[in-house]
């Protein structure tokens, strides 16, 4: 699923213009991209909880060349879903 595919499942169900939709949908991503890069925890209930957490350095390797390339410590984004949507994602 793509971003259009979300702006049209808004528009059928709200009724709305897909301009608007589109709107929304940008309004939300942006609200989320912020809060993620100040460092918040984004729960959404029945669906999930985005976190950033630290990402410790390490040692990776180039897969052509087998060499040893360091890795920095920085941050990552991670994604834990909530119980419904657990539950859906089994059952189906």
Known sequence: MIK?????RVA???GVPK????QVVDALFDAMKS???EG??????GFGVFVVKPRKR???RNPRTG???PIPAGKTIRFKPGKDLQAKA???
């Open 19 to 22: 301009q608007k939709a589109e």
């Open 58 to 60: 390490g040692i990776g």
């Open 67 to 69: 060499e040893e390339v």
């Open 40 to 45: 918040k925890r984004i729960e959404l209930r």
């Open 12 to 14: 059928d169900k709200t």
């Open 35 to 37: 809060a993620l890069a």
């Open 4 to 8: 259009i595919d979300i702006v049209n």
């Open 90 to 92: 089994i059952n189906q």
